[in-house]
């Protein structure tokens, strides 16, 4: 089919829709009564229930449906797929690796966003500090990883070195370092890609709500003789807390579905493939689609509590 | 207001979508016979249409290709295309991706296959036949083209269960030792012609100093695969064509003694300190240096020998001479044992059709004929390309690398031999392979590295 035909029938879809829309506009405006209202609830509810079940349920079901089934997705295999990932040597060390990943990541990138913010509060250069640390955040993941990938580029120490971060061990007189290869250390120095990039984000959102902090409450408290530490242990993150929140589980979110990183950087050998990357592998590469389906249920199964969880803090704050 | 206009714009998503799901549903169905749209060819009385009259008129028509061959290797098998267009009248578009692999798949299951694709992996064409079931058949021109110009073993990579689907189109041989023939001159030392040889060549390299070998496996999420081949070659080499295709098919487990042997003769050369990894470091790094960077120390003097294939030779840096008397050439990786011949290992891509439609027909026969392989050498004049297709003329390719390359598939002697890993079911030849070859690499031992594929692979 040729791109003009493709936009033919595009046109004549949408004038269909608007047929169709219109014509049912007008025969549920036409019905006057109780029943009418709710008719009319239902016409306009359908079409998003409709689309969720399509675009959202449809998939999950079937991707949970097919982690029962074997590579071809032809014969049930029961539980296999999930008994693969739990004893599997390599599969374990990816559940590993995620658990490192998810424990790590949000905690570091928060804790830096958080001092840093403190750091640069109302400081004379803040515009720039900030600035400084928020920039990674508009490079894309795989531009970070390649950068970092070149600043980890390794050499043995005789040859002349490409990777900033082994020339810098050079000049300090030590051996060159294989940062992307030596288990289970090359998982950390991935991670440091992850902070890099959202330290940046937690920073923004901390910065904006220590602004947010009742001037009143930091005077009682300097009244009282809180000072340095202390306010910002007995002040400053209490009332920040809910923010704080909202910031650890969305970095929890987006590490547990880190993938361009993982990829990017090793391509997932040398004992650093995650949850995410290994789904891929298995369904793409592979062409194991119940074993990627089963560690895609497994995925959505680790995400769906902290993305409640992180909704009903959200509605917290936004109630205050 | 604005809940309206959320719920009419979700609501033509939802009437595109279902529209889209019943148009992707009209399939095509099987293909064999040959289809004409009738009227009176452009290419009527024209010198290299001949095959494609026969398909009749097909001005306005288009076929799009799908491909993992991007800039700027695409733009020689664009221009090659022209003679097609004046033939037939059709268009083709190309669309290069190096995201092929594992969006081929994807597509052609959403119902929105390309109308060809260059496939380079026999494994991969296996893939989709059985579990989309969406490849068509050639018209018997292709079939016939095939048997002509091509030897029996490269159709064979294009058939599944005894089916032809895809005809082969270029080639690449791996059984190939890069050097610096300047080196080489300049230090009295020779090609070698045997194994042992090539072993005494890089004890003495060794003495002067120099790490004789370097090599590198990284390749984003390909990461081992320049490791594969080395065992790939060496096996055709130890063990034979014969013992290889079992191999390959698994009718010997993947951990046989004889495979034991030959990856461990391939450390003798990858995991030997003395040997490797010329301007790199130690055997490790062999695992975290790319393989377009693996052969480059050879120009600097630190390094003499890289085995890699054929189209290594774009990776050379503008203005290096490619050439029997010049910077870097390449030479036939030796054999091992006289009675297994002169296997060649080698890849390559395969045309496979999802439409049975007149002008993609025609395309599939352009490509399978002499006419094509060709007019793709005369469109390629920075060399790089080549095809086991007989009707070329080794005239036509420019660069002296690819006339050694189709030297070596057009030769008599030569027991050609498909890359195993390409053959081997995803979960191995795309995965546990290149994995443990690279931990193999990295420290772990031979037997358990070969252990560990054969426990993945599929039952």
């Known amino acids: 089919m040729s791109t003009a035909e493709k936009l033919v029938q595009m046109g004549i879809a949408i004038a269909l829709f608007f047929g169709v829309v219109a014509v049912v506009l007008f025969l549920a405006d036409r019905v006057r009564s109780r029943r009418g209202e709710s008719l009319q609830t239902l016409v306009f509810v359908l079409p998003a229930v409709l689309l969720i079940a399509v675009g959202l349920l449809y998939p999950a079901i079937r991707t949970l449906y097919e982690s029962f089934l074997n590579a071809g997705s032809t014969q049930f295999v029961g539980l296999d797929n999930y008994q693969a990932i739990a004893t599997n040597d390599s599969l374990v060390k990816v559940l590993r690796n995620t658990a490192i990943w998810v424990i790590i990541t949000p905690i570091a990138a928060t804790l830096i966003g958080l001092v840093y913010a403190v750091l640069v509060d109302r400081a004379r250069f803040e515009k720039t500090a900030k600035a400084l640390v928020f920039m990674p955040m508009a490079i894309s993941l795989v531009g970070a990883s390649l950068i970092w990938k070149f600043v980890y580029d390794y050499r043995a120490a005789e040859n002349d070195q490409i990777g900033l971060a082994n020339q810098v061990l050079k000049w300090l007189g030590m051996d060159t370092y294989r940062f992307l290869l030596n288990e289970p250390w090359n998982t950390l120095f991935l991670i440091v890609i992850m902070i890099w990039v959202q330290a940046g984000f937690a920073m923004t959102i901390l910065s904006a709500s220590i602004r947010a902090i009742p001037d009143d409450v930091v005077e009682a408290a300097r009244l009282d003789g809180v000072t340095g530490i202390r306010m910002f242990r007995y002040i400053t993150v209490p009332m920040i807390r809910p923010s704080l929140i909202v910031v650890l589980t969305t970095i929890s979110i987006t590490t547990l579905k880190v993938f361009d990183i993982v990829r990017t950087a090793t391509g997932g050998r040398f004992g650093t493939s995650v949850l995410a990357y290994e789904f891929y592998v298995q369904s793409f590469r592979s062409f194991n689609f119940g074993l990627g389906a089963a560690l895609a249920v497994l995925l959505f199964a680790l995400v769906t509590p902290i993305v409640l969880y992180n909704i009903r803090q959200m509605r917290r704050l936004e109630a205050r | ?459």
């Open chain 2, 1 to 459: 207001m604005r809940s309206l206009k959320t719920r009419r714009v979700s609501a033509t998503a939802a009437v595109l979508l279902t529209a889209a799901l019943a148009l992707s549903a009209c399939g095509s169905d099987d293909g064999g016979e040959t289809k004409s749209a009738g009227g009176t060819s452009p290419g009527e009385g024209k010198a290299g249409c001949e095959q494609l009259t026969q398909f009749g008129d097909l001005t306005g028509k288009t076929v799009h290709v799908y491909t993992s061959i991007v800039a700027p290797e695409d733009k020689a098998h664009k221009d090659s295309y022209k003679l097609f267009t004046e033939c037939t009248g059709a268009d083709v578009e190309y669309e290069g991706s190096k995201e092929f692999e594992a969006q081929l798949v994807v597509r052609v299951q959403g119902g929105n296959a390309p109308d060809i694709a260059y496939i380079p992996q026999p494994g991969l064409l296996k893939t989709l036949v059985e579990q989309t079931g969406k490849v068509v058949e050639p018209p018997d021109a292709v079939s016939e083209n095939v048997d002509k110009w091509f030897g029996e073993d490269w159709k064979k990579y294009g058939t599944v269960n005894d089916t032809f689907y895809a005809a082969p189109l270029g080639a690449n041989v791996k059984s190939f030792v890069w050097y610096s023939p300047k080196m080489f001159a300049d230090n009295g030392w020779e090609i070698p012609t045997t194994w042992d040889d090539m072993m005494a060549l890089s004890d003495k390299i060794a003495a002067t100093g120099i790490k004789p070998w370097c090599a590198g496996i990284s390749s984003g999420d390909a990461t081992g695969w320049p490791a594969t081949d080395w065992l790939e070659d060496v096996i055709l080499r130890d063990a034979g064509a014969e013992t290889y295709d079992k191999w390959v098919d698994h009718e010997i487990p993947f951990n046989d003694q004889q495979i034991v042997d030959s990856l461990d003769r391939v450390g003798n050369i990858l995991k030997n300190p003395k040997y490797v990894n010329g301007g790199f470091g130690d055997v490790k790094s062999i695992a975290t240096t790319t393989f377009q960077d693996a052969g480059l120390p050879i120009l600097d003097g630190k390094c003499a020998l890289h085995r890699q294939a054929s189209f290594y030779a774009a990776n050379w840096p503008e203005g290096t001479k490619v050439a029997e008397d010049g910077d870097a050439f390449a030479f036939y990786l030796p054999t091992t044992n006289e009675d297994n011949g002169k296997p060649v290992l080698g890849g390559g891509e395969f045309v496979a059709a999802f439409s049975d439609d007149p002008e993609v027909q025609a395309f599939q026969t352009y490509l399978s004929s002499d006419v094509w392989a060709n007019e793709k050498a005369k469109n390629t004049p920075g060399g790089g390309w080549v095809s086991a297709n007989k009707g070329l003329d080794v005239n036509n390719l420019v660069s002296p690398i690819d006339q050694l390359s189709a030297e070596t598939l057009q030769d008599p002697d030569a027991v050609f031999r498909f890359d195993g890993s390409d053959q081997m079911p995803g979960a191995v030849g795309a995965g546990s392979f290149w994995e443990q070859m690279t931990a193999w690499i990295t420290g772990k031992d031979t037997k358990a590295a070969l252990d560990a594929i054969e426990e993945s692979w599929p039952s």
